[in-house]
């Protein structure tokens, strides 16, 4: 079983970044692949990105080009959004999410809790 | 990017009636799509994928039909703790989409 544990909530300025962390557990991280959607107060999901350890591939919307960084740490079985030129509309509810398979990116059958970021000067 | 267009954006039904979403594609998914539910204050928890395969542990009361463009999810007998936004995604061509959701409350 699978159990994805996110880093605790940030404030941050605009114009700065945020990295949050998500520690897999129930398996190895190679097991499988590692997505980030957010969601803004009172708003639907959007899909940010994702990387998958064994290929050592990651994906990006178009949107975030440039501006977010997916990396995964394989010996601390973690994995890690970072996101710059921080802006409020970059207000959000962060979540990653994980297929529980190693190969493919999607369904998001296990979620983390999710961490609030919130930008404000 | 593909457009995912949820229908109803929301709705209200009694306890026991059978409920519908629908959820178009702005172009062809084949069955790279899946439906997540959320209730308020938690994660979303995925309920069909594929787009018709039942995620374990979720009841049977949840289905889900369609290819290409088209999909529906239905509720076969609402139950009060059904109550909660529903969202469909593709997951075919990035960016990987989901809906706007759909709110579903017990009339």
């Known amino acids: 079983q699978v159990q994805l544990v996110q880093s605790g909530a940030e404030v941050k300025k605009p114009g700065s970044s945020v990295k949050v962390s998500c520690k897999a557990s129930?398996?190895?991280?190679?097991?499988?692949?590692i997505n980030w959607v957010r969601q803004a107060p009172g708003q639907g999901l959007e899909w940010m990105g994702g990387?998958?350890?064994?290929?050592?591939?990651?994906d990006y919307a178009q949107k975030f080009q440039g501006r977010l960084t997916i990396t995964a740490d394989k010996s601390t079985i973690t994995a890690y959004m970072e996101l710059n030129s921080l802006r409020s509309e970059d207000t959000a509810l962060y979540y990653c999410?994980?297929?529980?398979?190693?190969?493919?990116?999607?369904?998001?059958?296990?979620w983390g809790q999710g961490t609030l970021v919130t930008v404000s000067s | 990017d593909i457009q995912m267009t949820q229908s109803p954006s929301s709705l209200s039904a009694s306890v026991g009636d059978r409920v519908t979403i629908t959820c178009q594609a702005s172009q062809d998914i084949d069955n790279y799509l899946s439906w997540y539910q959320q209730k308020p204050g938690k994660a979303p928890q995925l309920l069909i994928y594929d787009p018709s395969d039942l995620q374990t542990r979720v009841p049977s009361r949840f289905s889900g039909s369609g290819s290409g463009t088209d999909f529906t999810f239905t509720i076969s007998s609402l139950q009060p703790e059904d109550v909660a936004t529903y969202y469909c995604q593709q997951y075919h061509s990035l960016p990987y989409t989901f809906g706007q959701g759909t709110r579903l409350e017990i009339k």
């Open positions: 999410a994980s297929s529980g398979l190693g190969y493919q990116l999607f369904p998001l059958g296990y």
């Open positions: 129930g398996g190895t991280f190679s097991s499988y692949a």
């Open positions: 990387i998958i350890p064994i290929f050592d591939t990651v």
